[in-house]
């Protein structure tokens, strides 16, 4: 298959839902060759059961770096070597205040969203040297940039994740291997689903409602959609981005030029309160256990 990546090999984590789904198609699209590491087995079999052969899933739980190792390593063996690694995995949020916050908690949080990535790098890198380069993509988030946009947990570990993708950049640009951070805004992903305790079923109901809401929170009056962080991972795993790296890049609608007023939870009118009238709505109409 011809495309922008024809002949490169991808690891995706995350890759079975939201953002990261939305990638493996896409650069399936493009010729690649993508192994989906994510924990979500069910959904990451059928994917590679629908899939000609470019797609495989393996199963990987970011938090222990047997799997991380294992998973670039089977990548590398199967398809012959390794190109791409997107740092994907992780919650859209994990909504608990520092004075609330349990300690264990708080590091299962960092190991998901700090550690995997850093893990994921440190076991990309002989891969990436042997083919000469590649490039490295880790997801931050827009919540890395200012308080007030998610909890302090989530946007502690993303900043960090920020500061981890240039620490990389500069370690790694001898080697010809770039490292850059994709900032999403807000998603109507399965990320959101979970925030508001939503399965996947209900969040798929109301889906229209939040995409309308999400509208509204910045400049571009519309709802961001997995495809464009697809395709901003595209740009970067590609040759066209060959000489950007140590870049954080958001992709917000411009979320980020207005501060994060939307999102003010003392605001009746604002993105988070809108969507809470909706998740309950939806437990009001469940029926009683």
Not at 244 to 254: H, N
């Amino acid at each position: 298959m011809k495309g922008i990546l024809a002949g490169k090999v991808a690891v995706i984590t995350g890759g079975c839902s939201g953002l990261g789904a939305a990638t493996v198609d896409l650069f399936e699209k493009q010729g690649a060759r993508v192994v989906i590491a994510d924990v979500l087995r069910e959904l990451g079999e059928r994917r590679q059961a629908a899939s000609t052969g470019a797609v495989r899933f393996v199963h990987c739980d970011v938090t222990r770096e047997s799997d991380l190792a294992a998973a670039v390593r089977f990548a590398a063996e199967t398809f012959g070597g390794l190109d791409i690694l997107f740092n994907n995995a992780g919650p859209g949020q994990c909504d608990y205040r520092i004075e609330d916050m349990d300690a264990g908690r708080w590091d299962a949080i960092m190991a998901l969203l700090l550690r995997g990535p850093m893990l994921g790098i440190k076991h990309a890198i002989p891969w990436l040297r042997q083919r000469g380069g590649g490039t490295i993509i880790n997801t931050a988030s827009i919540a890395a940039l200012s308080p007030g946009i998610s909890s302090p947990a989530y946007s502690v570990a993303k900043a960090a994740t920020i500061h981890l993708t240039h620490m990389a950049a500069a370690e790694l640009g001898g080697d010809n291997i770039r490292v850059n951070a994709i900032c999403p805004g807000i998603f109507p992903t399965q990320g959101v689903g979970d925030m508001l305790g939503l399965t996947r079923e209900q969040l798929h109901a109301v889906l229209p409602e939040i995409e309308a809401i999400f509208s509204t929170a910045q400049p571009l009056q519309r709802s961001g959609r997995p495809e464009d962080i697809a395709k901003l991972a595209l740009f970067l795993a590609s040759d066209a981005s060959s000489f950007v790296t140590g870049q954080a890049i958001s992709a917000d609608g411009g979320m980020t030029l207005m501060g994060p007023s939307s999102l003010e939870p003392a605001r009746p009118d604002g993105v988070l309160q809108r969507m809470a009238r909706i998740r309950d709505r939806i437990r009001g109409a469940a029926p009683a256990k």
